[in-house]
């Protein structure tokens, strides 16, 4: 008989969450959290003339059909990377900028989720999310996270390899270095140095007389997939003289880093001294030095477990940190000459900062093994000041490089900038007060889309964002790329023979961080051909277009034609202009002007009245310069490599150029024409 009291109702029971949510939750948050991270400082990040305008200027031109190594020169770069991005250029508005920097912060979300692959067997699942959210937070520069992404990715699959040698490992490493003969360079040797390095450690580890054979085969499926890889790459590229050029780039890749590394005119690391306070590079002296130690102290204690972990043959499991720990020694010391010899710089200490953050990471594991296993109460001090240490070193490099920056940082997000619609169509962020397109605007309004323009020592995105070309393959125009005298009066002959139409000259860009890198010091060559063969028509801060007044004839539809009695209508407009104050349209028909007459000195005195008009003192000296050796037929002074033209020169100029041209609204090209060139070796050196 039952009572008529009911049971008590049970609590529903609490259900726990799926296992491929507490499996997949670290990934998901990184994904989460970097993606809307890179995103916002890739959207707002400022253009790059140099480094992202040289990876679309290539990009572009191979779509276009030029060939690399052959009619575009391809430096330390692989063109199977140029392919995928001239891919999405030619698929998109507005030159594809956006688009690109997009794809480039979504594998920048991605190469966090490989540091997390590669620290997660050292660290454990909150070490490796505490070391993937440093390297989510120094980004880097973006149009370089493919090397971060491949780099990252091998580190994470040989890692695992290391400690548990399995077959999907493997064949993903040799995909990987595949792909890296598409990508970079760099990256094939550190695939193919790794896998060496595995290979060698499970054969040492392995006792039984089958584990060389069975490596053998190992060995030749890992060629056989590499070759796979690397076939439509040798497909694609196709012509024998372009395949030529890639394996010969390849193969001297670790020889001409050296090279640049020990040569005078490489940016030297900071001193000593500046480690000190008072000094401008004490910030960067610490980071740098400080990236140095760390690093360093890793690859020893990462070579260090990697021996101990050979000698453990019998515990497969426990010798798995261990050995994962020699392979993040050897991937350091593979990444370390990149920013440490050949590129001392914050930039290159910035675009390498993903491996410093894993060493840091790395470091704090071994810390923390240390605080946890020590039995004396000394050593668990000493684990735990490291612990701190490595920490605070890699907070500070966080704050320094990924927060503070001058570039790809927080904040250099946040200051202020504009979106600049060019008259070429291309749209491109720059800072508010940047005045560049001033230059830009001015080359596209006087010139034809088959004329040439020279970007010296390294501007390639002036020719990508002006849909111009380089009149030569060579687009690093820096002495680890002309090193030699003969190779630079080769480059002066072929330019000579291009005649380029227009060249922005970066005259104060400098490889050493002083006067010893500038162009005209290392390249005196280049420099006399810029000053004798091109006029002066505008300068930017410290970029200035120089105009070829007798350049190669135009293969567009309509050639530009040079009469006589269009020159003087070109000056009269640029007057009007520039009485009215309209400093733009002055610039571009002073800019024509020089184009159709630039033997005229009438039209240099244009040229002076409108940059001084401008303020821009540079211009100003170089055309009245030009103006009296034109009308005195004398070698200019700026042509002379001893005789610098100083601001004070300028008040001299002017008068010289007034006295020597009483009435400059009258002029004849042709007259102008006739007269010896100014540097010809017999004009007499005018005095002063």
């Known amino acids: 008989m039952t009572s008529g ?3 008590e109702p049970r609590p529903p029971a609490r259900r726990s969450a799926p296992g491929w949510l507490v499996a997949a939750w670290p990934w998901l948050a990184i994904l989460g959290l970097g993606l809307p991270y890179n995103l916002f400082l890739t959207t707002r990040a400022v253009f790059e003339i140099a480094d992202e305008g040289y990876l679309y200027y290539v990009a572009a031109a191979l779509h276009a059909g030029a060939r690399p190594f ?4 391809l430096q330390n770069y692989s063109p199977g990377l140029f392919r995928g991005v001239g891919w ?7 030159h594809g900028i956006l688009v690109v920097r997009l794809v480039m912060a979504a594998a920048l979300a991605a190469a966090a989720a490989c540091a997390f692959a590669a620290l997660h067997p050292l660290l454990g699942r909150p070490g490796a999310f505490a070391g993937a959210l440093l390297v989510v937070l120094v980004p880097g520069p973006f149009y370089k996270a493919y090397v971060r992404l491949l780099q990252l990715a091998l580190l994470a699959v040989w890692a695992r390899y290391a400690g548990a040698p399995r077959r999907r490992y493997w064949v993903a490493g040799a995909l990987l270095t595949g792909v890296a003969f598409w990508v970079r360079p760099d990256a094939v040797y550190a695939g193919l140095a790794l896998a060496l390095l595995c290979t060698l450690a499970h054969a040492w580890r392995s006792a039984a007389a089958r584990a060389w054979p069975v490596l053998a085969v190992r060995g030749s499926a890992f060629v056989a997939v590499v070759a796979l890889a690397v076939l439509p790459l ?7 003289a372009v395949i030529r050029g890639y394996w010969r780039q390849l193969l001297r890749l670790v020889g001409s880093n050296a090279e ?10 900071p001193p000593l001294s500046a480690l000190g306070p008072g000094s401008p590079d004490t910030v960067f002296a610490w980071a740098f030095y400080g990236s140095l130690l760390v690093s360093v102290l890793a690859i020893l204690c990462g070579a260090v477990l990697g021996r101990r972990g050979l000698r453990r043959a019998a515990a497969a499991e426990a010798a798995a940190p261990d050995l994962a720990g020699g392979v993040v020694a050897a991937w350091l010391a593979l990444n370390l000459p990149q920013w440490a010899l050949a590129r001392p710089d914050v930039y290159h200490l910035t675009q390498q900062a993903f491996a410093v953050l894993v060493a840091a990471a790395f470091l704090a594991s071994i810390a923390w093994r240390w605080w946890r296993l020590a039995a004396a109460p000394l050593g668990r001090v000493a684990g735990a000041a490291g612990l701190a240490l490595v920490g605070v070193a890699g907070v500070a490099l966080v704050v320094g490089l990924g927060v503070c920056g001058p570039r790809w940082s927080v904040a250099a997000a946040l200051a202020p900038a504009r979106t600049q619609q060019l008259e070429s169509g291309a749209r491109y962020r720059t800072p508010v007060l940047d005045r560049f397109d001033l230059l830009l605007d001015t080359i596209t309004l006087t010139s034809d889309a088959a004329d040439t323009v020279l970007s010296v020592p390294f501007l390639p ?6 849909g111009r070309r380089l009149p030569t393959p060579q687009v690093h125009v820096l002495p680890e790329s002309v090193p030699s005298a003969e190779k630079r009066a080769h480059l002066v002959a072929r330019l000579a023979a291009a005649a380029p139409a227009f060249a922005v000259y970066a005259h104060d860009y400098t490889t050493t961080g002083g006067p010893a890198g500038v162009l005209r010091s290392w390249a005196p060559e280049l420099h006399d051909y810029l000053t004798r063969e091109l006029r002066p028509a505008l300068d930017v801060d410290g970029r200035a277009l120089l105009v070829n007044p007798h350049p190669q004839p135009s293969l567009g539809p309509e050639p530009p034609l040079r009469p006589e009695a ?7 407009r640029a007057r009007a202009a520039l009485e009215s104050r309209k400093m733009g349209a002055a610039t571009a028909l002073a800019t024509r002007a020089v184009r159709w007459c630039g033997d005229a000195p009438q039209v240099m005195l244009l040229v002076a009245a409108v940059a001084e008009e401008r303020r821009d003192l540079a211009t100003a000296l170089g055309a009245y310069d030009w103006a009296v050796a034109l009308a005195s037929r004398t070698p200019p002074l700026a042509a002379d490599r001893g005789r610098a033209l100083e601001p004070g020169m300028l008040p001299w100029l002017r008068d010289a150029a007034f006295r020597l041209l009483p009435e400059p609204q009258v002029f004849s090209c042709a007259a102008a024409q006739e007269a010896p060139s100014p540097s010809s070796p017999g004009s007499a050196t005018r005095a002063k």
């Open 5 to 7: 009291i009911a049971p």
């Open 70 to 73: 052959v009619d575009v020169e």
């Open 88 to 94: 999405l250029l030619a698929s998109s508005p507005d």
């Open 234 to 240: 040798l497909l694609l590229l196709g012509e024998g």
């Open 260 to 269: 640049r590394a020990l040569s005078s005119y490489n940016l030297p690391p």
């Open 461 to 466: 995105g002036v020719n990508y964002l002006l």
């Open 566 to 572: 269009t020159a003087p209508a070109l000056v009269a």
